[in-house]
């Protein structure tokens, strides 16, 4: 986390509190309230000016700060705001878990990034000046990106460049083509457990969701089909490898029968490919995009996990009449994706950096995954370990009857451990308890300490 977003965080918080003080109370010392806050005197200052600029508190030189007098602003009346909007489509409480990311101090147990030292990160900064300082970075290239980036992207889904839409990332090109794809007020189906931030897209776009249970080998067709042939759904979201939170992959048969399915149905396929260059044991399989000729599947593509979350690059791969409305849509959207990070993710995935990359990070994650589950394994053994990924970042683990996953979540947290409540990945209530970790973003020592603090918490 930043230490802008921790400011802003601290102020939040100082915020509520001076809401609720009298006109002229002092508020506690810098000093003071680092330590509440752990944080530096840098970070506490900057909430507090951000509580300044505000106008909520005053600072006197030498005397300290006070809760300012309420003016037209603190009492401003936005009642009539929720009357104009209407019910609220994105779950807020989702949305602030999903970009909820803890402090610096917090062991990072459930992340859906890596770790900075598992990123190319020097490479980043070399090919990033040497960007800046390219006149094509200053330029605006089509709404459906550069030409040389769709050529590479296109390459590795054995597609035509010209069906590949460059985005700003994963979650965008979800919301875009679950928006462009879908009329509000339809169904989309999603496996379940599935990725919140999907979930999230859905909600955005005003489809309504209707879940499908998932095992070790993907989404249980019997149940799709059925749910198909309920709702009338045209559109199904599906993480064919490596699922978030599960790990699972589409079986080789269910693959076969999932695009039957679709065929049969009319239905598009949104395939969130995000662990494409995560795999860890044997192959990751080929895109569902590959196996389909009838432009039933639509891929949605990141460079988020693998190169850097900050990047904020992915692609959408679409064909037919739905790739034309989604190149009309972006256009709609958003002019391009700026590009000096289209001219980063060129050099990045052209350059001989990427695959020495993507092969020690195979090595790491190895090592790290197989580190977490044999510490679940020896220190919690009253969890049990849904079954351990061959790729991706997550691990999927059921807690016993009865454990109350909010609680342990919101314990962990208040230990300095990050874990994920297994309740946000359900559309519908939680089957039994769970909790999604991450082996991506903690070191291994980190990994040990952290499941200790959580240890004490579940025992
Ligand atoms: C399954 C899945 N899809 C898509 C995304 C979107 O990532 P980004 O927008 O950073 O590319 C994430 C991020 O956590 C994810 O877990």
Redesign the pocket.
Known sequence: MSNDNRASEIAARLHQRVAAAPTGEKLPGVRELSKEFQASAATVSAALSELSAMGLVRAEPGRGTFVAERGRLAEADFAWQSQALGPARVDADRASR?GGYGTPEHIPLSW??LAPELLPHDDLHRIGSRAAKSNRAWMMTSPAGSPELRRVLAAEYRADPGDVLIV???????VFTMRTLAEPGSTVIMESPS?P??ILAAQSAGLTIASVPADKDGIIVERLADELERTRARVIYL?PSY??PTGAVLSLERRTQVLELAARHGAFIIE?D??RNLGIDGRTPPALITEDADGHVVT?T????PAS?GL???AVIARGPAGDRLQASRTADDLCVAPMVQEIALSLLTSNIWPRHLKRLRTELAGRRDALAATLRQVLPSVRIQSVPSGGIHLWVRLPHGADTRQISADAYAAGVIVGDGRHFFVDEPPAPFLRFSYGAATPAQITEGIARLARIIA
């Open positions: 999903l859906g990034y700003a990332g994963g979650q965008q090109g979800l990725y931030g999907a993480q699922a978030n969130d995000w662990a949605v990141t460079l988020s996990k979350p904020r690059l992915g």
